[in-house]
C-alpha cells in the first residue's frame, strides 16, 4: 500500500486543470468579448444579459469516476442527484434561482433499468432544486465505451436580476465564513477515493461494515451529493450574504479563494466541526492531510460569507430550512495575493 497516496498518483492533477483554466482565459483574451458576458472565466457560472435588467446564469457538469463505484456496488440512483446537485449547487453561488436542466447521457449499449433509477433521481433532485427537467440527450457509442460504459453530463439555466449578483466584490477583512455540512464525499475525488479503497489501498470490500459504523461502506460512499439551492436562495434572501462558494474539487481553499477580492485570504479552522468517517477511513489508506484538504469537502460542502453583524441573519434563515451553519473561518488580509 502506497504511504503517500495523492490525487497526482491516482492519475488526476489538480494544477493540470488549474493550468488549462488559465489557458482558457489567454485564448478568450485574444478575441473580441461579447458585452452581453457578465464577468470572465472561472466562475462557479457564467452570466448573460438579457435585457430588462435580468441575466442567464448557466453551468454544466458530471459526476466524474464516482460512475465506476455505482459499477461496483450497483447503486445507481443516487447518480441522478448527484448530476443535478452538482450544477444547481454552482448556479446558486451568484444568487440565480434555477429555471431549468438538461442531461446527457453516453453509453456502450443502453440499460434501460439503469438509466430509469437514474432518471428517478434527476426529477426528484429537480424537483428539490425547484426546476424543470427540460430536456436532454442519450446516445449509445458501442465503438468509444464498453457494453457496461457510460458517463453523465448535466447543464443547469438560472435567471437573476444583474444589479442583485452575489460575485464576492464586497467581501471584507473580518468577514464571516458560514458553512453548511456535506453528505459525504459528493461527486469529487473519487479516482483517489477507488484508489484509496481499491486493492492498491485498503482492499475493503464495499459491502462490508467497518468498525464503529452502522452502514455499509457502500452505502456511505454512494451517498448522493447534497442539494442547497433551497438554504442558499432563502440566506440570499436576508440580504446579508456577501459571498457563496460550492465546496467540490479543490477542496474549502481552492473554492472559497475564487470568489475573495485580491488583497484578501482565507482563514479556516477545521476542527470547527465533525468530519464524516468516510474520510478518516479513505485517509487511512495513506493521504496526508494536506492532500485530504485539496481534494475533498471534509463535510463542509457549502459555505456563505457575511459580515460579523450580519452573520445571525443568515444562520437564522438557515434554521428555518433546517441546516445549522457552522461557523469555520474568516477573511483575513493577505499582502501575498494583493
Not at 447518480?79 to 456502450?108: E, H, R
Request: with cysteine.
Amino acid at each position: 500500500m502506497d504511504k503517500n497516496l495523492t490525487y497526482e498518483k491516482a492519475g488526476v492533477s489538480i494544477e493540470a486543470g488549474d493550468l488549462w483554466v488559465e489557458t482558457i482565459k489567454g485564448m478568450l483574451k485574444k478575441r473580441p468579448k461579447d458585452p452581453n458576458c457578465v464577468g470572465g472565466v472561472g466562475g462557479f457560472a457564467g452570466l448573460y444579459r438579457i435585457g430588462g435588467g435580468k441575466c442567464i446564469a448557466a453551468c454544466c457538469d458530471g459526476v466524474g469516476t464516482k460512475l465506476e463505484l455505482a459499477k461496483e456496488t450497483g447503486i445507481y440512483r443516487g447518480l441522478g442527484q448527484d448530476l443535478v446537485a452538482m450544477n444547481v449547487n454552482d448556479l446558486v453561488t451568484g444568487g440565480a434561482k434555477p429555471l431549468f436542466f438538461l442531461d446527457y447521457a453516453s453509453c456502450g449499449k443502453l440499460n434501460v433499468g439503469i438509466f430509469k433509477d437514474i432518471l428517478d433521481g434527476i426529477l426528484d433532485a429537480c424537483s428539490e432544486s425547484m426546476c424543470a427537467l427540460l430536456g436532454g440527450e442519450t446516445a449509445e457509442m458501442p465503438d468509444v465505451y464498453g457494453k457496461d460504459g457510460f458517463d453523465l453530463a448535466g447543464f443547469a439555466v438560472g435567471l437573476i436580476d444583474e444589479d442583485k449578483i452575489i460575485d464576492g466584490s464586497n467581501i471584507k477583512d473580518g468577514d464571516i465564513i458560514l458553512g453548511l455540512s456535506s453528505s459525504g464525499v459528493h461527486s469529487n475525488g473519487y479516482s483517489l477515493v477507488r484508489k484509496a479503497l481499491g486493492k492498491d489501498g485498503l482492499n475493503i470490500e464495499l459491502n462490508a461494515i467497518p468498525e464503529g459504523w452502522d452502514e455499509k461502506l457502500a452505502e456511505a460512499v454512494m451517498r448522493a451529493t447534497k442539494l442547497y439551492v433551497k438554504p442558499a436562495l432563502a440566506a440570499v434572501e436576508t440580504g446579508a450574504v456577501r459571498g457563496m462558494a460550492h465546496i467540490t474539487g479543490g477542496g474549502m481553499y481552492g473554492n472559497i479563494i475564487r470568489i475573495i477580492p485580491k488583497g484578501l485570504d482565507i482563514e479556516i479552522n477545521f476542527r470547527s466541526w465533525e468530519r464524516p468517517k468516510i474520510f478518516d477511513l479513505i485517509q487511512s489508506a495513506g493521504i496526508e492531510e494536506y492532500e485530504m484538504r485539496k481534494v475533498f469537502n471534509l463535510g463542509i460542502g457549502f459555505v456563505f460569507i457575511a459580515s460579523p453583524d450580519k452573520a445571525q441573519l443568515i444562520e437564522k434563515a438557515l434554521s428555518v430550512c433546517g441546516e445549522k451553519a457552522i461557523r469555520i473561518g474568516r477573511i483575513i488580509k493577505c499582502t501575498s495575493r494583493a
